[in-house]
């Protein structure tokens, strides 16, 4: 049996707003993945991943975005996604940069962290793996080429040759799915691209295809 505690873990950004996630790690966990949920979901959206990865040994940090679940307070001042400009949303790679900064204080390196992102969190996922060289692999659950001025192409042209991106979109969700065969051109090298039926977005695929998460946990731990 896999030894692990969960813990509600509470962060602050450079910019002051209180990030709230859960932090599950499993005894001798050498791997650690960050999930980042899309809109307008919370870092729940991702516990059925979490609790599946926990029990093969990897540690999982699964955030609150700003303005969304308890991740409300920026000082006094309180956020809700729902009044956010392109802006707010782009500000949500601080959320990111303290989370991993809180995986490498638990002692994960770089090269030992992988990202799990559905729609606007997938565009931020890939952008951290651009911005972070040394992070291993990103599951991309539905992203778009812009999400609330979160644009990756660029994002992916920057990423190492030496890393590993899932893109993966349901055939009936055409802005997704037009989206991941642009990405899957622009770097042919480090992705690999999976359409599945029907018209779910995001971690509603969970429920539609239950082996999805099985599909993840491979391709992150193999």
Request: charged share 20%.
């Amino acid at each position: 049996m896999i030894n692990m505690i969960t813990t509600r873990t509470t962060l602050t950004t450079i910019d002051g707003v209180t990030i709230v996630g859960d932090f599950s790690m499993p005894k001798g966990a050498a791997k650690a993945v960050l999930l980042l949920h899309m809109m307008p979901a919370t870092r729940e959206s991702f516990s059925p991943l979490a609790q599946a990865l926990n029990k093969t040994g990897v540690a999982t940090l699964a955030i609150d975005l700003r303005g969304h679940g308890e991740s409300t307070m920026q000082g006094n001042t309180r956020l809700n996604f729902a009044t956010f400009s392109d802006r707010h949303h782009q500000a949500s790679r601080l959320d990111v940069d303290v989370a991993l900064n809180f995986l490498k204080s638990k002692g994960f390196e770089e090269q030992t962290i992988s990202f799990v992102g559905a729609s606007v969190g997938a565009n931020l996922s890939i952008d951290a793996l651009s911005r972070y060289a040394k992070t291993s692999a990103a599951v991309l659950i539905s992203p778009g080429l812009d999400y609330r001025g979160i644009k990756i192409e660029a994002s992916l042209k920057n990423t190492s040759a030496s890393q590993r991106i899932w893109l993966v979109s349901s055939e009936g969700d055409s802005y997704s799915a037009d989206s991941v065969r642009t990405l899957n051109k622009l770097r042919p090298d480090i992705t690999q691209l999976t359409f599945l039926s029907g018209r779910d977005h995001g971690t509603a695929l969970f429920k539609s295809h239950p082996t999805l998460i099985g599909d993840i946990m491979e391709f992150l731990t193999k």
